[in-house]
């Protein structure tokens, strides 16, 4: 499936350096994701990696929340789990459904890692994952049925990149 996953390194004024491996792993992954979830229609996601100062902005702005955090996500469809785009929700003209946005935050993810006692890699692998199963209708606004739900199609998904607990730690 042709899909695109577009990297942008910064947010408006703010430019964050963003080594070429950390841009393919946040690629692999997106990619992973929409595979292992059987979409089978050409899909666009855009991705900004940010600092935290820019994605505390977002984030406030957006969700009304004064702090950092690791990942935002914004989908342009509201859909179920499972539920798979439709090439009649492209823009006419359109080759692609445009999935939505994603916001990482580098610096978070690096700290994250630490704080985990994890790789840098296994962190943004697992944000980028985390925030395509979001833009897939997936949530974790409970701490029962819909959490564990996506926690098991997350370390799905990054076990079919090698990327385990274990693996990358």
């Not at 900004?48 to 702005?61: G, R």
């Not at 950092?68 to 989908?75: N, Y």
């Not at 890692?113 to 199963?133: D, K, N, Q």
């Amino acid at each position: 499936m042709e899909h695109e996953v577009y990297i942008e390194a910064g947010y408006m004024d703010e430019a964050v350096e963003v080594p070429p491996a950390v841009e393919e792993q946040i690629r692999r992954a997106v990619l992973a994701a929409l595979e292992e979830e059987g979409v089978d229609v050409p899909c666009v996601i855009a991705v900004i990696v940010a600092d935290d100062e820019v994605i505390q902005e977002t984030n406030l702005a957006n969700r009304g929340v004064d702090s950092p955090t690791d990942v935002l996500s914004f989908p342009m469809f509201p859909m179920k789990p499972g539920e798979k785009p439709q090439a009649d929700w492209a823009d006419p003209g359109a080759d692609k459904v445009y999935l939505g946005d994603m916001m990482i935050s580098l610096e978070r993810a690096r700290a994250q890692a630490e704080e985990y006692g994890h790789s840098p890699e296994r962190e943004v692998c697992y944000l980028a994952v985390h925030s395509a199963l979001h833009l897939l209708g997936y949530d974790h606004l409970d701490e029962g049925p819909m959490k564990a739900q996506m926690r098991a199609r997350e370390e799905a998904i990054l076990g079919t990149l090698g990327i385990t607990r274990d693996a990358l730690s």
